[in-house]
Every structure is written in C-alpha cells, then in structure tokens.
C-alpha cells in the first residue's frame, strides 16, 4: 500500500480530530487562552537514517524534526517525549550516542523530557513527540492572494550533501562542510516560528522539499503561488554539486527535504516588522496552482519532494 | 542489555525532565492552574500480541494502555496521537482492522486524535500518545502510614486468558468468556481516576502486575505495605484456570499483567467518599517493604509481573 492510501484508510476510521483537522504539521487543541499543539514523527533507522550520520546526530534530529513541527505552526515548544524500538544485537555505544543526541538537543532547545518507553523491536526506531502552546496558530490553510511567500535561512543544502555523500563526490572541505552540517545537523526554526506566530497567516517546515510544501501550503488555503527562481536563497555550495551532477541547481533546491526552514506568507504591510534573516520568494496569487518564474517564463513548478524523491534521485543517479 | 540497563544510561544524558522527574505513569508540566499530563507506549507486534488477538483489538489496546496511564495520574484525558511502523507486506485488511480498533477506541474514550504518522518498518508498531488534563496529581509517591491500598475492579482474568489461551486448555465458554474479554479487550479506568484526583494519596495502574505496581508504590513512597491475600479481588474464573495448571491462584493474581485496573491509597476517613466499586486490599505502614498476609503468616510479596512473567511462565508451563 502506499502512503496516501494508508492515510485514506485511517482517515476513513478517525472521525474525531482536534479543533484543527488532521493535514498541518501538528494537531492542536483549545486550552483556555492558548492552543496546546503536539506532533510525533517516527525515525526508522533502515529508512530514515544513513550510514553516514553518528548515532548522536540520529538522537539529535529525532527531536529536531518534531521541534520543527511545533515551530511551523507559530508555537513554543514546551516539552518532549519519546519511544525507542531497540533491536536485540544494537551495541551499547551506539544506543548511548542516540541518548547523548536526544539530551543535547533537549539542552539546544531548552525542553523537559517528560515521558520515554523502550522496546525490543527489529530495528532501530525512535517515536519522537513535541508539545507546543501557542497565542496564535498558524496552519497552512490562510495564506491570502496578494501576501507574500517568504522563506528563512537557505534552501538546497541538505539533498546536496546527500549527493556529495551518495555519490562519493570530490569536493573542497570548504563545499563539503556546510552541505554535511545542513544534511546532517539541521536546526529546527524555534524563534522565528514564534516571532512569525503575530505577523504571518500560514506556514509549513520544510520537510519533505519547498515545491511540495509550496503545493500544500496553495492547496489547502485554496490559492495561487508564483515564485521567481532567481530570488530562491539557494544555500552555499548546492550550485557546485549540481553542476557536477548536470542538475539544474534550482530543482536541487526545490526538491530538498528535512531543511526544517519556514515557509510562510505574510502581508507587505507587515513584512517590514520581521527583524530575522529571511528571503522574499514570490506571492500569493488568486486562483489555484504553483508556478515556477525564470528566464524562460511561467511553468507549473514540479511537485519535487520527499516523496518523488526516489524517481527524482534516479534520474540524477542513473542519466 | 537489559530493559533498566538501557533506561539507566538515557537517564544519564536526560538531565531536562518536567516538573514531575520520570518514572511515574506519564509525565507532567504546570499549565496555569493544571497540569498537563502526557505519555507514551510503544506496541511491537511480535513481543507485544499474541497472535489470538484481533487487529480490531490491537488498535483499541493500542489506546487504552495510554489512557490508562493518564487516568492513574488522575487526569482526564484529552487528545491522543499515534506512529505507524508498517511493514511492507502487512495486508490492507488487517491495517483497516487496526485503524477500526483505534477509532472505536476513542470514540469510547471520547477522545480526538490530534496527529498521526505513518513509516516503514519491519514489523507492525504502534507507538500511542496519549495527552490528558488534571487538577490535582496523583504520583506513585504519595502513599503515607496509616492509609489505605485498595484496587478498582478485579484481577488475574488477563494471565488466566492467557494461560488458556497459551496452554490450549478445556474449559467452559463461561469461564473463558469473562477472561477472554480482560486478557484480549482490557479498558482503562477513566472516570474512576478523575474521582480519586480528588481523595487518593498516590496510585498506579496495573501494567506489569499488582505485584510488581505495589513495589514500585512502596518503594517511591518511601512507605511500607501490607496487603491481605484474602482481600485480593481475584477474578471470575482464575481459581479455576489456576486449579488445572496446579497454580496458586493468588500467584497469579498477583502477575497478571496490563489489567489496568488503579491501584491507589487513600485515608480511612476519605475512603468512604468513593462512589465506584473498588477493593480494599491492605494498609500502607512505615518502614519499608511490601508483604503478603494469608494463613501461613506474613512473608515478602514476590516480586511477580511482567519483567519476571517470562521465569514465572516457564515455571507454569514446563514444570
């Protein structure tokens, strides 16, 4: 079965949801004055993890990506929790490296551990889960036409240091380096989640790679996006790997997931007042779609992400 | 290594932990006035189900264990969440099965379910999360001298299914009904909870054993306990199963595992209050220790539950 199917098969069985459907990045709740938000996202080591990443940095981003969650929509991230799955032949040093990660990013993020479960199961997997309280909830469903779409840091880092690493390419350390801290160590947008919780009217991490989180964010707030490609903050060193690759850099960056940047829309009134780095990308648009603007014109941006990124990847690997 | 050699050496690295520091039901931070109750249990599918288990059943446990954790917390619970691990080959009709269990179960308890996840994985996962509200908290460490033990419900039905179940023993539809039903469709005790948050000194649920909870109320308390095996509540048909496997059944009682029934202490004067149907099984007194009392005397109570259900299951069926 394929993931959407799965999906659609819960779906069908879950009738009762929080005050905000299931489809954001997290589920939310009515508390009082506040909203309680709360996401999980599991992290199976077979699946999820490569080779080349230090159990610590595995730790470490189980957390990372559920704080990115909690971020995304607009809340401060109160508490964390988690499973493990431990296979019977899982040496103890590597299991020590994970807990020496999660703690690191606990103290990073400055969050209580407030549940933890351990199990025997056949391969490494680590359940995270993130609590958030927010005044104001940003979903993806409010992005209004004439906003713009903005976007934090850079974009394109962490599918190029998995090109570097996959393909035992040949770079300077000076290329190398920031690709491997972005594909390996990403950070989770905590401040600028929370600041843009007052001034923006939708966001999305990116995880799965901006032109997918770019169609989600324009389907479910039922508006149009165009963004110009010359004014995506392609990261440092993505231009170099595509061209090694014969990659357009641009569809590099499009396609990269677990960035755990924000992508948000804000009114021009308000932009102004966003005292963080972040890059104009394009705009809101009435009508439906997600469009692509460079030299060439106007076409229907690809829908390139995590979940293409298999075809994606063999095209570059295998043409 | 073991399950505590593991749990000790995350312990090492997990110095954030909430207000509440691990090791009770679930975890806890201040809202405001409340305090917001969170926890987490991971169902693996090979150790965690036996295969006379119903994918319906699966998905409804799958709740319950969560929401029994918050209801000996004395919360009310709130909102639940849940990760697929899914493997490849798991087919669509017992998925739906699991998803049908999962949506009665929170229509039971009704609660919403706030975000889910699915992934691949080598065998079936369910990792629950379960979120919950209390005005006051019941812990395992406010047992004090002079109060009461008592257990909501009966115990031992669980092993003893599970005993027929495993032993392919003859009995009666009457007497492997009632155990059938608590070993393969348990429900956490959530009304009772709510109403002990107002009157209990400390409780737990009974997950691995009344044994092995008592121990643990004892010992987090800093208290003694003694309890009466003549008092014990032991359930409907457990003489029975326990007559034909040449077993105390008082034994059994005792190691009988994910019941779910609360455990909780109370004072004598605040016991009459209660309004739910319940045993008084013993007093709390000073020192420390927890003892068995029956007509040989009084003797330590063993320290039987699920940790030690493997030795004490060999002992049952090889001997």
């Known amino acids: 079965m394929r993931e959407s199917e799965i999906i659609d098969l819960f779906l069908r069985h879950l009738k009762r949801q929080g005050e905000l459907?299931?489809?954001?990045?997290a589920g939310a709740l009515r508390l009082g004055e506040k909203w309680l938000v709360a996401?999980?996202?599991?992290?199976?080591?077979?699946?999820?993890?490569?080779?080349?990443?230090?159990p610590e940095q595995v730790g470490f981003k189980a957390v990372t990506m559920n704080v990115s969650d909690i971020a995304s929509m607009g809340a401060r991230p109160i508490g964390f929790l988690f499973s493990l799955g431990i296979p019977g032949d899982l040496d103890s040093d590597y299991l020590e490296g994970v807990a020496r990660g999660i703690g690191k990013a606990l103290d990073f993020y400055g969050l209580p551990v407030l549940s933890a479960d351990t199990n025997?199961?056949?391969?490494?997997?680590?359940?995270?889960?993130?609590?958030?309280?927010?005044?104001?909830l940003l979903t993806r469903s409010g992005a209004k036409p004439g906003e713009l779409v903005c976007v934090t840091g850079d974009i394109g880092r962490a599918l190029a240091g998995y090109l570097v690493?996959?393909?035992?390419?040949?770079?300077?350390?000076?290329?190398?380096?920031?690709?491997?801290?972005?594909?390996?160590?990403p950070r989770a947008r905590v401040r600028e989640g929370i600041a843009l919780s007052k001034v923006a009217s939708s966001?999305?991490?990116?995880?799965?790679?901006?032109?997918?989180?770019?169609?989600?964010?324009?389907?479910?707030?039922?508006?149009?996006?165009?963004?110009?490609?010359?004014?995506?903050?392609i990261g440092k060193g993505v231009e170099e790997v595509a061209g090694l690759l014969g990659l357009d850099p641009?569809?590099?960056?499009?396609?990269?997931g677990e960035e755990f940047e924000l992508v948000f829309t804000v009114s021009p009134e308000l932009v102004e007042s966003i005292d963080f780095e972040f890059s104009i990308i394009g705009r809101v648009t009435g009508g439906k779609g997600v469009y692509l603007v460079?030299?060439?014109?106007?076409?229907?941006?690809?829908?390139?992400?995590?979940e293409h990124l298999t075809e994606f990847q063999m095209k570059i690997l295998y043409s």
Chains 1, 2 share one sequence.
Do not use: C, Q
Request: net charge negative; charged share 35%.
């Open 21 to 25: 459907p299931l489809g954001d990045d």
């Open 39 to 54: 996401t999980n996202d599991m992290l199976v080591r077979k699946t999820d993890v490569p080779d080349i990443m230090t």
């Open 120 to 136: 025997e199961a056949d391969d490494l997997i680590i359940d995270g889960i993130a609590l958030g309280l927010a005044e104001r």
């Open 165 to 185: 690493w996959k393909n035992g390419l040949e770079v300077d350390d000076a290329v190398r380096k920031p690709l491997y801290e972005k594909f390996l160590e």
């Open 203 to 233: 966001a999305i991490d990116i995880s799965d790679g901006l032109a997918k989180e770019l169609h989600l964010l324009a389907e479910m707030s039922g508006v149009g996006i165009e963004v110009r490609a010359e004014s995506l903050p």
């Open 250 to 256: 641009v569809e590099v960056a499009l396609a990269s």
């Open 294 to 306: 460079d030299e060439g014109g106007k076409r229907v941006m690809p829908r390139l992400g995590w």
